[in-house]
Each structure stands twice: as C-alpha cells, then as structure tokens.
C-alpha cells in the first residue's frame, strides 16, 4: 500500500533538513521521500494540513506493567516506597497481570505518540505479547539480580528466565521485539554474577539495560564496598561491549564520562522520575556536550505516574536551563532529539528516529489546529513546550496506523481498561 | 436553576473532609451541599460517575496577551530574548491584538481548567473585556514603570491608564473582574514612584501585584543601589499594605521572608517560566514551611510556552523534591492548594478555591475514564501526577458553565482563532 500524508509542516530530525513543508510517501514499511514527489502514486491521500508530522518517539527506559501502580503510592521516602509499598504487591504479580498491565501501558504510549519502549521488569512473556500485538517496537528484559555467589550460575532461575525469553521473542512480531540482558543494577548483584551476565550477552551479542548511577548513595556504597564506581564496576565486568542503554545516570564522575564516550554508552535521561523519587537532577548537558548519546524515558508509572514522553520532553528542555542558570541549554530541538534519534540509536533501531527515504515510516501526526498551539511560529518550540500528549491524532510504525484521528486501532481499549480496572479492585485491598 | 452533579469524586480542598465521593448541589452562583442531600431539587442533573469534580484553578500570575508571542522566541539569553525579540514586538501592540490575545488566552485556560488569573500587561481595558465576555474571574493590572523622577507624578500617563482602567472596569462582569496596582518591578521604578504607587494602592484600597526577586542580578543590584533587597525596598516604599501578589520569589532573605509572613503577602510560584529563563528553582518548600501563602501561575505563553496550569502543579510537585533530595516536600495535596485555595487567597477570592455549602460554584469536571488515569487508587495524586489539561471536560465560575463536556460555551473559538492567526502572519514578518 502506498499513502501519501499531504501539507504537512515535517520536523525530520535530519541535519540536513531538519524542517520541511511539503508530503511524505510511505511504501509498504519504509518512507519513499519526504518533500515533493510528483511521480509518486498513492492509493491513499492523507491531508495533514494544519498538523506537524515528526518521527514517533522512543520511550527509551520504563517499567511497562507499572502502569497498575499508578498513584498507589507517592511522596514517600525511596525506603519506605519500596519496600513497605512496591515490592510487596509486585510479590502477588502473575503473568496475566503483567499482561494487563503491559496492555494498558501500550495504549497510553501510543495514545501520546510513543513508537518504541525499553521495558525491565519480570514476567515478561506478558509484555512481549503485548508488544508484539500493538504493533509497537519494543526491547525487552528481564531485570536479573543476584545477592549470593553460587560455585555456578548455570540453574539460576531468572537468567533462565531471560534466556527462555530471548529464545522464544527475540525477533518476534516481524522483527519489532528484541531482548537484551538485564543486570538490574550494581547494588543488586555480585561481581561474579555481573561477569556472568557480561559473558552472556558477549556470547548473544545481545544488547544489555541496566540502572546506572541512579542516587548518590548508590555511588557511595559502590565505591565503599567495591572501591569503584558503578560505571567502572560494570566495565571491569566486562560490560559495554554490545549496545548498552543505561538509565539515570545522575552522578556520573568525570573519569565515568570518558568510559561511556569510550565505549559509546547509551544515557537514559528520566528527569519526572528522577525528582519524584528526589534522585536528583542528571547533567544532561555535560553529557551531551561530551558526546555521548542521551535519549529520553519516563520510568516506570508508579514513579512519574504516566507514560508521557511530551512531559519528559518538557522538562529536559526546561530543567537544565534552570540548574545551570543557562536559558541556551538543551535547545528544543535538542529535547526532540533525545526523544526520537538519540531513542532510536540507544535501542539499537537502525532505521527509526529520523524521517527520511529507507526509513522505517514510523511517525506520528500531532494536530495543532488548537487554541493553545497558535499562533504557530517555530515547528521545534511549539512542540517541546506547547504541545501536549493529547494533541497526536496519529501513530504510524512501519507504515501502519497503531492510532488513527484518535482512534487505537491495533487493541481493544474497552476490554483492556475493564481488564485493569478489575485488577486495580484486587490492588486496592493491599492498600 | 439548581444543578444536582451527581456520583463524583470530590475534591473538595476543605480540611475537614478532602475527599467526597457523592454529589454537588448547586442553586444560583453558590454551593448549596457537598456530599448528599436528598431535599435538593434539581432543574438539572448532570451524572459525574467517572468524574473528578474538584475547585476551578487560579492562575495567579500570567501576563495574558503574551499568547500571541507563543514560540516567537525561545532558547535565548534574557537580555537578547527581552530587548531583541519581546520588547520591540510588544511596542507594535494595539488594544485590538491585546483584546484577541486575551481572548485566544481565555480560551485556553477555560480549556485547562482554570477559572481566575491575575493579569499584568499594557493596554489592558483589551483584558478586562476579554474576562467579562469569558465568564472568568480576572485580577487585572497595568504595569507601571519609571526611571526618571519627576516633580509630580500626577500627569504620568502609565498611572493615568491605570487609574483610568481602576474607574472603568474594577468590579465589572458582576463583580468577577478586579483591578489592581502595579509597580512591574523594583528595577524598573524609581524608588520616589514606587512611593506613589503605594500610597495610590492606600487610597484607593487596591491589591498590588508587582514581580519581586525573580533573578539573582536583580537582587545584586538593588542591594548595590539602595542598599536594600526587592522586598525591602518595596516595605519601606509603603507598600504590602493591601493584599499584595509577589510574583516569582526565586532569591528571599530569610529576612525577606520574615517581612512575607508579617505582612501576610501572597507568592506566586512560576516553576516553568523561572526554569525557561534560567532564574532558577525558588524555595517554595521553605516559604510554606515558613506559614507564607504560596500560589501557582504560568507567567506568560512567550516564556512558558502555555497557560496550562496542570504543568505548573506537576512542576511545582517534583522540583522541591528532587532539588531538595526530600521525597515528601510538596506533597500531591500541597500541590493543589498551590492552583486552588492558595491562588484564591492570593487574588481575594474570598469563597473561592474550596467546595463547600455557600461557596461560589467555581469548579471543574475533569474525566478520569481513560486509560493514562486508569486504575484508580488516590484522587489528590492522580490528579498532581497523572491528570493533563486536556482531561478537563467542564469549567464552572459562579454556577454557570464556561465549558461544558469540552464545549467552550462563552466565546467564538473559531473566530478567535481566526483573529489570531491574521495576527500571527503580521507578527511573523518581524521574526
């Protein structure tokens, strides 16, 4: 099938054009051009007047099934929050659940123009098929963490878990899903275990996820007990040698920053997350001027709560402004890049994040025939500050419509939300 | 007519029962009950099952017409941003732009929920009738500035708008629209002026709403000038006599705060604003801690970029926590008497901000059947966390509806746009 979406203002994220007014041709998954091509012959017109035409974008680390914690519990301290209040109802979490809940998180991503997440958490069979049914690109692990070194690791249950995963999903749903390993952190492993998971991931060429550098007393009891950040830590396990996406990053050090340029590590950058929880506020901008790649997350929903990538969008633009007293810092169309090209690159999509011809036409349109999009000056600006979740009407992935004007076309919302709502009951009573 | 809101969730803001879950009676402009009352008779039933109804939002401290600089310029050091790009477009203004602007921004606000705003701009008899014909409640000021003293200040044409604006339009719309005074800033007044101002606010018994200690440089410099911080010098001025709306706050003494809470004046918290020009992150924690009334407002849509006070709460929840490494400051409630209550306080609504019998009925409608609000645990956080503008279904001011299930029912949407738009391709020749 080949559609041509007409008249529209397109942000590109391609350096060399990076605004262009004029139409895109879709060719079955792949984008034909963007601008003008008279002798393109579509069996589908769509008018995009009045409506900014972008890549979709990538949520690049989240807890997807969280969504069913969604103000459970708030404005607690990290110690408290967890322990007293997270872990003990994700104990009673069964695979349906994460099945739901996966679902629910789908919709709202797509809802609010997200094409592809990097999802940790357990279960995960349930988040894959969600993945693979909504039509989303997604990577997926299961989160793997080890208190006591075993003489072999060879029976241990969750990376057997994440082994049974990658067998059954990698590659699933024409290539949408991918699974990377999950060392979950440096403060819930040995050593030992994360030389395991390296050599693993070394052995699949798989792509690792991890937290990294997330508080400040995650460093300090790193350095204490292993004289050695956590990045430096990881390294002398033998990570980052395949595509690493590491989330947080609040408190690199200096020598942390040369690693992660050394190695190309993917930053993950969670700033809702990130205050809520009362982490911290990562340099981003250091970062980012050092030349490493940040892309942009929302956490999980019980520690933001939402799914929102236009909110996380906003405050990376606004919040280094801010900190470091610098109005030029973190340019919208620098916020953009994080939530699209630089997404795409920490989730190892090749073909994704950038509108051009060979792309993947996976793309959102956001109307901004609204009162407060207007007047309409500056395409990057009005969209890292102005535009809201609510205003994509559309979702494309590979050349098919997840959403279209508003409407979900690959899940049934009705049945999922009644599905939650059902769990959400059950929840309730642990409060 | 008496309105029966039936089957909510309530919101009430009222300390002695915060959350209802039953129904609103409305008779006239007033609360009649809040929770059951089966003697009400009802001309109209309206079933909120599904529904959070909750006070409307007070947007304490905006400067309306800006919307039509919406993304004009962004990413800019101050100095650059003000006198390149704001001031020479500002100086082109007619009362006609300033009328449609308003109205562009009453649509907006109504859109996101909020039901007053206190205004500060030029030309603003175009305000004052966008508020009358908008059903909204409006504080409305003319920003005075002077640098030059003068024997008599009596013929100052700035003070004469002003006066002249206080005679026409204070009280107006049946009492929604107030006029205050306005000295813009300590740096842009001599200190001879500001002493005229104060003993006109004296007089005439008019609220003040003045910017005070929003950058680091404008404290600097008052204390090298006069020897004394914003906050000081306005005292010794006379002011803070009247009820008194202080913009901003980013850099109060502890001395400054001594004065806040001795004169009982009112903050206005611009967390995205002071983030977007870099004027850092006030300690709006410490002020409440302090017992000092702290409000919420968007500033303008030209260092915003929008009027969306759901932005401003979420900020305004996250940032004490994160900046303060305290997981508890500014709580999902707090958050919410900042946009309601407090902001009620801060303009003189006195029956404003808290549902309960004999208040006026100023309250929103907001949906939270959708799936980015499913499942549902805790109102105040769903609410803080969770819920967007673009939730808000219906707006109530004094028992009559200014939108109604997403239906802008006081002014023409459409040609307001319309207006805007042909003000926009004006203005976009001077980019």
């Known amino acids: 099938m080949n559609i041509l979406i007409k008249n529209a203002v397109i ?174 952190a440096v403060y819930t492993n040995t050593p030992k275990y994360l030389e395991y998971i390296a050599n693993m991931a070394g052995k699949l060429g798989a792509g690792v996820h991890t937290h990294i550098s997330e ?30 996406i590491a989330a947080h990053c609040v408190y690199l050090t200096d020598e942390d920053v ?3 340029r050394e190695k190309d590590i993917n930053i993950v950058h969670n700033p809702t997350s990130n205050l809520k929880l009362a982490s911290g506020i990562a340099p981003v901008g250091k970062y980012m001027q050092a030349g490493i790649n940040v892309a942009l997350g929302t956490d999980g929903a019980a520690s933001n709560n939402n799914l929102n990538m236009f909110e996380e969008i906003h405050l990376a633009a606004l919040l280094q402004k801010g900190v470091n007293k610098n109005p030029t810092d973190i340019s919208a169309e620098d916020a953009l890049k994080m939530a699209t090209i630089n997404g795409a690159k920490a989730l190892g999509l090749k073909n994704t ?15 901004i025939d609204k009162p407060h999009l207007t007047p309409y000056y500056n395409a990057h600006a009005l969209v890292a500050y102005s535009v809201q979740a609510s205003d994509v009407e559309s979702v494309m992935v590979g050349g098919k419509f997840l959403m279209e004007k508003g409407q979900i076309k690959t899940l049934d919302v009705e049945q999922i939300t009644y599905e939650i709502k059902k769990k959400g009951d059950r929840i309730r009573c642990h409060m």
Request: hydrophobic content about 40%; charged content about 25%.
């Open 258 to 260: 040369n690693i992660f």
């Open 11 to 184: 942000i590109t994220m391609d350096s060399e054009s990076p605004i262009v007014k004029g139409d895109i041709g879709i060719k079955g998954q792949t984008i034909s051009f963007v601008g003008k091509d008279n002798t393109f012959t579509p069996d589908r017109i769509i008018d995009a007047k009045g409506n900014i035409v972008m890549p979709g974008l990538v949520n690049a680390h989240t807890h997807t099934p969280m969504s069913l914690l969604r103000s459970y519990a708030d404005d607690l301290n990290l110690q408290q929050w967890l322990f007293d209040k997270i872990f003990p109802i994700e104990d009673t979490f069964t695979e349906d659940d994460i099945y739901w809940a996966s679902m629910l998180s789908c919709v709202e991503m797509i809802q609010s123009g997200t094409i592809a997440f990097a999802d940790m958490y357990f279960l995960n069979k349930g988040t894959a098929k969600a993945a693979i049914q909504s039509g989303m690109r997604a990577n997926i692990c299961r989160g793997l963490q080890c208190f006591e070194d075993k003489p072999s690791f060879e029976d241990d249950e969750r990376m057997c878990e994440a082994l049974e995963l990658y067998r059954e999903f990698d590659g699933s749903g024409d290539g949408r899903v991918k699974i990377d390993l999950s060392p979950h």
């Open 215 to 244: 508080t400040f007393v995650e460093n300090e009891e790193c350095i204490k007990k292993h004289g050695m950040t956590p990045t430096a830590l990881l390294d002398s396990a033998g990570f980052f040698k395949t595509r690493t």
């Open 353 to 367: 994040g950038v509108l051009k011809a060979g792309n993947n036409a996976d793309l959102i349109i956001i109307n």
